[in-house]
């Protein structure tokens, strides 16, 4: 086999790769999710993988800041029909795609056709580009944060150590399975002292959610407090690129590996814009 040759084959191998669609989700707000998606999105791309990742979060500390980017344009923009997606898109670091879809959208759920007909005609038209979509939720289940993790087939769900934590993952588990149809979530305990304890939070959560619910979830590690991501916060740059040998950093590495060199709990044949199909044809069309 020549080198084209091989080239094609592997260039068709990845695009026949369904790409996979990951959203954050906590019961509580405030307790990582940003930081920690935003940084296992560098990760992700460091290690080759076409990241696009989009920001949902209207959060202070959201993915915009923490990379120190300003994007000129936002989701609205696009259904409004005044971009394309490829404009929309923001460049990170690594080269990560950011679609800022936290603002300027009030009702995702309420779309006319020609808005629906705009999303899907943009997912089309950059789904081939990406191997990761990960999506940054903001806190709380709202309808907009529903809307994204419906088009999502595994969530990252963030835990804390505190017991008050684990009826608000349950209570979260619950709404996305039941009501979004997301079956396989990757649980993080963050910020967490020790393995240990971290195991411990987990089994816990299983024997509820096993009782009660069909979710699977999945332990793939914690995160331990560290002020070095504040430091990184505050200088816009992520923390595994300023402070890559931080204690939160490798611990990042470690979930990253996990999460991203595993094979997919789901395979997505249909793709990017299958996923959102769905929800689209379920939400009601707004008037007008
Ligand atoms: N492991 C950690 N060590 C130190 N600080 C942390 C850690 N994890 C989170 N924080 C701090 O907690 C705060 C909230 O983090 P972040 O914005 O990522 O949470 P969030 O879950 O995305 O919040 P929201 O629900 O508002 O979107 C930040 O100030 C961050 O620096
Ligand atoms: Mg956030």
């Known amino acids: 086999m020549d080198q084209a040759e091989s080239l094609r084959q592997m260039l068709a191998e990845r695009h026949s790769a369904p790409v996979r669609v990951i959203a954050t989700t906590s019961g509580k707000g405030g307790v990582g999710k940003t930081n920690i998606s935003s940084n296992l999105a560098v990760l992700a791309a460091k290690s080759g993988k076409r990241v696009l990742i989009v920001d949902a979060d209207l959060g202070l500390a959201n993915v915009e800041i923490i990379y120190g980017i300003t994007p000129k344009y936002h989701l609205g923009d696009l259904l ?165 040998q931080s204690p939160a950093s490798r611990a990042l590495a470690t979930i990253g590996a996990k999460l991203f060199d595993e094979p997919a709990p789901v395979q997505n044949a249909g793709g990017l814009k299958f996923l959102w199909q769905r929800i689209l044809r379920e939400s009601p069309v707004a008037a007008g």
Request: proline share 5%; net charge negative.
């Open 80 to 244: 409004d029909g005044k971009v394309t997606m490829e404009e929309v898109l923001a460049t990170g670091p690594g080269g990560i795609r950011v679609l800022p879809a936290g603002s300027g959208v009030s009702s995702l759920t309420q779309l006319d056709d020609a808005q629906k007909l705009r999303l899907m005609t943009g997912l089309d038209a950059v789904e081939d580009a990406f191997d990761v979509v990960i999506i940054d939720t903001g806190a709380g289940i709202g309808e907009n944060v529903r809307f994204f993790v419906g088009g999502a087939q595994e969530a990252l769900l963030v835990v804390t150590p505190e017991p008050t934590s684990l009826t608000d993952a349950y209570a979260s588990v619950k709404v996305l399975s039941l009501e979004a149809g997301v079956e396989h979530f990757n649980v993080i305990v963050n910020p967490c002292a020790t393995e240990a304890i971290a195991r411990d939070i987990f089994e816990k959560l299983c024997t509820v959610t096993r009782r009660f619910l069909k979710a699977k979830l999945k332990y793939i590690g914690f995160v331990p407090r560290d002020e070095n991501l504040h430091r990184a916060v505050m200088a816009q740059k992520p923390l595994v690129e300023l402070f890559p």
